[in-house]
């Protein structure tokens, strides 16, 4: 129990026995060939590096199907651009080509690589080799090695001087303090808008159709069971003319008389 305790226990320098980890030399992330590669690129060489184990430089096994897979990628011929812009640029070396057999005595084999910056088989020395390396001119990753170069150089100024540009940006102006906005009552829209009339707060009582059963206080009129509106005032007009009609023959009679 005890040596299974230790086994797990942190050492001085914040590692242990069981723990690993992928190593990516500062001098690979500021290089311009690293620059230079794609997200795919990038993703494919820290898969090549979790490959290695300390001793296997030289026999890292990954087929262009496996990476694709391990990338996260559906498209076998992006990875197969990856291997070769990796290749190109000088970060891993083609050791032993694929070998595809249909014999049942024998067995398949994927590409086999070396990384260039650790030792290889043989205690061969590394080469870096993508140091001296860089994209053709006129080329997409010529002009990503660009952009990512004018970043690095644009952080390193802002750390060196005490400040990052991004935090010194001024792509948003922030509001000056103690500034207050204005509420919504103090607005003269609603007299711009609507030709100097405020606008009506509320619904007015309408009876635009007032529903009447039959019964008591029906009005059995033609329209059925639903009463317009206009009816009163047709029952007001109505008892005007019949008024009207009245008083002039009441006049007719007192002159015949």
């Not at 690095?152 to 922030?174: A, E, I, M, Q, W």
Request: proline share 6%; net charge positive; hydrophobic share 35%.
């Amino acid at each position: 129990m005890t040596r299974r305790r230790n086994r797990n226990k942190i050492n001085a320098t914040g590692r242990n026995s069981n723990s690993r980890f992928a190593r990516l030399d500062y001098r690979i992330l500021n290089s311009n060939a690293y620059r230079a590669l794609s997200p795919n690129d990038r993703s494919l060489l820290v898969e090549l590096v979790m490959l290695y184990n300390g001793e296997n430089n030289g026999s890292l096994y990954l087929s262009v199907r496996d990476g694709a897979h391990r990338m996260g990628i559906a498209d076998l011929s992006g990875a197969s651009r990856s291997f070769d812009t990796l290749q190109a640029l000088g970060f891993i070396q083609l050791m032993q080509d694929a070998h595809f057999s249909v014999k049942a005595s024998e067995k398949s084999r994927a590409r086999c690589w070396r990384l260039t910056w650790l030792a290889g088989p043989g205690r061969k020395a590394p080469s870096w080799e993508f140091l001296d390396l860089e994209p053709r001119p006129q080329a997409p990753a010529r002009k990503r090695m660009e952009r990512g170069l004018r970043a690095l150089k644009s952080f390193r100024y802002g750390r060196d001087n005490g400040k990052f540009p991004v935090l010194d940006s001024n792509t948003l102006s922030p509001f000056p303090p103690g500034s207050t906005v204005a509420t919504v009552l103090h607005s003269n829209t609603q007299n711009d808008g609507n030709c100097g009339f405020p606008p009506i707060a509320c619904v007015r009582d309408s009876a635009t159709h007032i529903a009447t059963p039959w019964g008591e206080g029906a009005t059995h009129g033609l329209f059925g069971w639903w009463q317009p509106d206009w009816n009163p005032s047709i029952k007001a007009w109505s008892y005007a003319a019949l008024s009207s009609a009245m008083i002039a023959d009441h006049i007719e009679e007192r002159r015949a008389a």
